[in-house]
């Protein structure tokens, strides 16, 4: 049986700023400007970044704002609690509490189904939900603006999602990503690996948003192939000062970004959100549960196999519940047909929410919501790669201990 299975691609910049970079962003740079048009004043400070603590940048002051990248505010106001002591400290306040985003539409937003529509791609991919805002006191406030731009993560109170008329449903799915938390890819510190900055093709004084973290004075560790494909790219024609590429991939492939989420970016988002984890049979030390071939198709049913590190048996344990398998993050583990019967087959399926898909991890038990008395089990307890796994009636046996890890 073919065991090549692909590692989750998850781009993590713990120093440069990308503390989770997918890329790939299908925007012009017209669209992906906070400010179209306009240049400011460039100024090279350390300001604290959601995730990174504070970080050595340059950023351009353009009415008042500190922009970066193009499209990412800065938020130069300073918090306690935001000090940059420690970087968990400061990724645990810039995550959104729960994976859930209050959000107001301003009512003067033009075609506001844009962002309505991307709000709706982004649950379909990931375990990160929005709600219109009641009385939470962090929120987003999507409003129109002169160009497309956001912050990065929570920030603390309003935030804005600024979108001109120009900026459509991939510039609202773009701009979601970095109020989410993701950076823009092509700042990974790896990144002159994979493509080239042809700079006589840049735009004069905007050099700087080419600027890996590196380059700025942060050390990089970068983890996971390099994304082309995100939507957190910037495209081939970035900031071009005379129509010609400023972006082209040393793989000789001719595509930069993309118009919806990649799998990098769904992976990436859900790590900010949901641990990983890995679980260990009781039934033998060497067995873990497993996505038969690795394959991410809808219906695959799970096996135990022997452990080996792979995306197959790795997943994300979302706050709802869920186990979401890094092989494709909108598929989790799932009861076939929702059935109660003791031995039913356990798959992966397209993640609805449904108690079928949710699971509560009580030692070393793995229980199904679908009754109060179901657990993960091995088929007949038996050791040899490839043995069923299902449900059944739970009776603390080897068959049914996990060992998370």
């Given at each position: 049986m073919s065991r090549h299975h692909r590692f989750a691609r998850l781009s993590m910049s713990a120093s440069a700023l990308s503390a989770l970079l997918l890329g790939g962003c299908g925007l012009s740079h017209e669209n992906e400007q906070a400010f179209p048009g306009k240049?400011?004043?460039?100024v090279t400070a350390r300001?604290?970044?959601?995730?990174?603590?504070?970080?050595?940048?340059?950023y351009e002051k353009i009415d008042g704002r500190a922009v970066l990248d193009g499209d990412i505010l800065l938020d130069l106001r300073e918090k306690p609690s935001r000090s940059g002591q420690s970087v968990g400290r400061t990724d645990t306040y810039s995550r959104w509490p729960g994976?859930?985003?209050?959000?107001?539409?301003?009512?003067g937003l033009p075609d506001s189904g844009r962002v309505t529509s991307a709000i709706r791609h982004w649950e379909s991919k990931t375990s990160l939900r929005f709600k219109p805002r009641t009385t939470e006191a962090d929120y987003v406030r999507f409003r129109p603006g002169s160009g497309c731009s956001?912050?990065?993560?929570?920030?603390?109170?309003?935030?804005?999602?600024?979108?001109a008329s120009g900026c459509?449903?991939?510039a609202a799915i773009?701009?979601?990503?970095?109020?989410?938390?993701?950076?823009h890819e092509q700042s990974r510190a790896d990144r002159d690996n994979h493509i080239?900055?042809?700079?006589?093709?840049?735009?004069?004084?905007?050099?700087?948003?080419?600027?890996?973290?590196?380059?700025q004075g942060a050390d990089g560790m970068d983890l996971g192939p390099y994304d082309y494909g995100s939507i957190m790219h910037y495209g081939a024609y970035a900031f071009s000062s005379n129509g010609q590429p400023t972006i082209v991939r040393r793989d000789g492939g001719g595509s930069l970004g993309n118009d919806v989420l990649s799998d990098g970016d769904t992976r990436g988002a859900e790590s900010l959100y949901s641990p990983r984890a890995r679980f260990r049979s009781g039934?033998?030390?060497?067995?873990c549960l497993d996505v038969s071939d690795g394959n991410p198709a809808q219906g695959t049913l799970m096996q135990i196999w022997e452990c080996n590190g792979t995306a197959a048996q790795e997943w994300f344990l979302t706050v709802r519940g869920e186990l979401r398998s890094t092989l494709a993050p909108n598929r989790c583990l799932d009861v076939s047909d929702a059935k109660t019967t003791w031995g039913t087959r356990v798959r992966i399926w397209e993640c609805n929410g449904t108690a079928a898909q949710k699971w509560t991890i009580s030692g070393e038990e793995v229980r199904s919501a679908l009754g109060s008395n179901l657990c993960l089990d091995v088929s007949d307890a038996g050791t040899a790669m490839g043995t069923a796994v299902q449900i059944w009636d739970c009776n603390r046996s080897a068959a049914q201990k996990w060992t998370r890890f």
């Open positions: 240049a400011g004043e460039v300001v604290a970044l959601p995730g990174l603590g504070f970080q050595t940048v340059t994976g859930t985003i209050p959000y107001v539409i301003d009512a956001s912050f990065v993560g929570r920030i603390g109170g309003e935030q804005t999602v600024d979108l459509g449903l991939t773009h701009e979601i990503g970095h109020a989410v938390g993701l950076w080239i900055i042809n700079w006589g093709n840049v735009q004069s004084g905007t050099e700087h948003n080419f600027q890996t973290y590196a380059q039934v033998a030390v060497n067995r």
